[in-house]
């Protein structure tokens, strides 16, 4: 029995340096692959400005910001027939009907789009007619007949 408990210490001896050695790679292993990455990828400091400037590049570009707008009034089922790029960097929409839309360029376009979609509706219930809706201020600005 003593010799059993003895043979037993002896292979825990023998395999234990090994067993240790293991967990020790498994955890320097799992430490790089978690902090090693995060190292690298840090900026000293985050700059919002970078960002708007990306934001100013699209939507001074015009292709993107105008075919998004194009998708943008097809989903709503809002009929138009040109979409021209003001100097000004906002977008002049003419509807079918005749009404002239001016979306602002610096703004998101999908509440700006949603926001027309509302007005028209309003607008048809109540039987009104508009010339122009200009979305380049804080509230809509609508010009009657």
């Known amino acids: 029995m003593l010799k059993k408990t003895a043979r037993k210490k002896n292979k825990f001896l023998l395999y234990a340096p090994f067993v240790l050695i293991f967990l020790f790679f498994l955890l320097f292993f799992y430490a790089v692959r978690l902090y090693l990455p995060s190292i690298f990828n840090k900026s000293a400091f985050v700059s919002p400005i970078a960002f708007s400037i990306k934001e100013k590049i699209g939507v001074l570009s015009g292709g993107s910001s105008n075919k998004e707008l194009e998708n943008l009034l097809s989903q709503k089922n809002i009929a138009f027939s040109s979409i021209s790029v003001l100097s000004d960097s906002s977008y002049l929409v003419k509807l079918s009907t005749g009404e002239e839309i001016i979306f ?4 998101a376009m999908p509440p700006q789009v949603s926001s027309l ?21 804080d509230k809509p600005v609508v010009t009657f007949k």
């Open 117 to 137: 979609q509302l007005i028209l509706s309003r607008l048809t219930i109540e039987g009104k007619r508009f010339v122009r809706l200009d979305f380049r201020f």
């Open 104 to 107: 602002s360029g610096t703004k």
